[in-house]
């Protein structure tokens, strides 16, 4: 994913805010980057940029050498579905749905999985993120550990070579952020590009690439 001269302006009623100050930068397949900096650096704008969340003020961005600045929402979201798996802090997991189920939600706008198929490979998934005793678990009965663990599962549901997250152990004690940086560090190493807002040093034990964000600017550590 290529990042040239980037720029985010936000412009509210009374003033413009820079979110990112013209940022370039190449991310690699096969890598896990930890994304620093201080409280308003524009760690989120960087993540939402790659995520196609938010629209580019100037500059391009290309993933797989395809440039997709400045593609319409229809193009954006069928790229999103194929390329990019998404993690939050807060999880955002339906809390009517069991784990399981969790997992199949962004499988069913995917036409190229079969709907027999859907529930075999998130249970598959789970289980590889050691879940198998909790595949069918609604939200309130799984740890947060576990509950990031089954929306790690769901970024992973359409296989995407892009995983995104925003401070995913924000809300983790150090065992089960541990284990999340584990999780996201073998996927790295099964090829795809891992990219992680933290506010925590123990990513640095974790990471391939330490970047920081000051002032909407990128540099690496
Ligand atoms: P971080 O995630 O590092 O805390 P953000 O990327 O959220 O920082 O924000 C970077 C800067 O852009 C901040 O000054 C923030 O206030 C501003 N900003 C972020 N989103 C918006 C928005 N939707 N409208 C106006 N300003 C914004
Ligand atoms: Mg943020």
């Given at each position: 994913m290529n990042l040239e001269d980037v720029r985010k302006v936000y412009k509210t009623k009374t003033n413009e805010v820079v979110g990112l100050d013209n940022v370039s930068y190449n991310f690699l397949k096969g890598k896990f980057y930890a994304i620093m900096g201080h409280s308003g650096s524009g760690k989120s704008t960087l993540i939402k940029i790659m995520g196609l969340m938010e629209p580019l003020t100037s500059g391009t961005y290309k993933i797989e050498n395809k440039d997709v600045s400045s593609l319409k929402d229809e193009e954006l979201s069928k790229l999103r579905m194929k390329h990019i798996g998404f993690i939050f802090?807060?999880?955002?997991?339906?809390?009517?749905?069991?784990a399981y189920e969790n997992v199949m939600l962004p499988m069913l706008i995917n036409k190229e999985i079969k709907s027999q198929e859907r529930k075999d490979r998130a249970n598959k998934i789970l289980i590889k993120l050691g879940l198998e005793e909790r595949l069918n678990h609604y939200p309130k009965e799984l740890s947060g550990g576990e509950q990031q663990r089954v929306s790690l599962a769901r970024a992973l549901a359409n296989n995407p070579n892009i995983i995104l997250a925003d401070e995913p152990t924000g809300n983790l004690d150090e065992e089960n952020e541990k284990m999340v940086f584990e999780d996201l560090k073998a996927l790295a190493k099964d090829g795809k590009c891992v990219v992680v807002v933290s506010h925590s040093n123990i990513i640095k034990d974790y990471a391939d690439i330490v970047l920081k964000i000051a002032k909407g600017k990128i540099s690496e550590e």
């Open positions: 802090q807060d999880f955002y997991l339906d809390e009517h749905l069991k």
